[in-house]
DNA sequence: CGCCGTATAGTCGGTTCCGACTAATAGGGA
DNA sequence: TCCCTATTAGTCGGAACCGACTATACGGCG
């Protein structure tokens, strides 16, 4: 049997839970602060609605209503037992086994031809502009947590992404020279 | 206005068309026959859905039904001119515009603390083999599409993943080697 | 002290996506 | 010739996902 549970924002949702209780907004919230909103999808309909499927799949119980002032009422959630077993397998298995996702890059440069040689190449060398102003803003977020005696194991998605960023920018501009030199050749069907 | 369609299997689609008419299940087994299943999700549900989307949006027309012996009805479409520039439009812009992706992979790692330094080695060396294989599988399949006279940029995006994988590959053994070597800090409330 | 912008907290209806299922035919072997 | 399997072609109901929208409360300023 398949995991019953796909959406990645359930892995958040359940490492702030383990940290301590909270109610969903706030998970939001906490997440929004540490830059995880580059990680997760955090889109408020997905997130109450994942709390929901958590909750009747038994990784995560409310535990109390509050009302606090005349807010309205927050429902708080904790991790189970359950859920922190359950937990800890998925991300075991998310980083063992690779899965196909499907980029939309990667369907558009399927379909590169068509662009012709010169705005292809053009494209190419603006998306490498774009991803470079990433990489400097990934360095920058880097600098600032570590500057502020931070552990990096707690960016170390960014260190991450900023190396496959790296590795994509190398490939548009080394692809984009190839075209410029005539060393890639272009079909004439298209 | 953001665009109308964005499940880039509808990218898909219109690449074909842009060839010759077809009808949707020709469509799934073209894409199968020329490697295209692991650059997008062929499901025949969402085929059909986003023949039927194309087609409301006049960027493709049937252009026939046709019955072949006893088989059912077999509705054929083809692109339209609105359909052959919003696909340049569309790839263009795929190309030149990184958008956010939230691979599962960068989620799992943002979490990797929670696996503890051994098993989060393990993990990642488990990761980097298969990620071994799926290169070599990269490399078998444009070995052979080079061999049969076939021009490079049908294989492009195949190229493209090869090398996203190399650099994914370095990415976990460099730091499994980290984490073996204590150079990367495990925190304690993990 | 009334007004306005921002923060808090979440709802809801629609679209998209998925994959198990249906159904008919062609082809091959016993 | 009859059955079995593979191939052809597509349907359908439900799950997942999205994001615009609602509603209240707080704080500061003129």
Redesign the interface.
Known sequence: MPRKIRN?LA??VL?LL?ERPMHPYEMAATLRERH?G????INPGSLYDTVEALAKHRWIEPVETVREGNRPERTVYAHTELGRQE??AW??E??????????????????????GPD??AD??E??AR??AE?IDGADTALAETVGKGA????M??V???R??????L??ARD?AAEIRSGS????EN?
Chains 1, 2 share one sequence.
């Open positions: 990645t892995l958040a490492g383990l995880k580059s990680t997760f999808k937990f800890v991300l075991d998310l980083v063992r086994e690779p899965v196909a996702e499907y980029p939309k890059f990667v369907a558009a440069v399927s379909y590169l031809g068509a662009l705005r292809a494209a190419l603006e998306r774009h991803l990433r552990p990096r194991l707690f170390i998605e260190e991450f992404v190396h496959a960023w790296q590795a994509e190398d490939w692809t890639l050749p272009w079909p298209f």
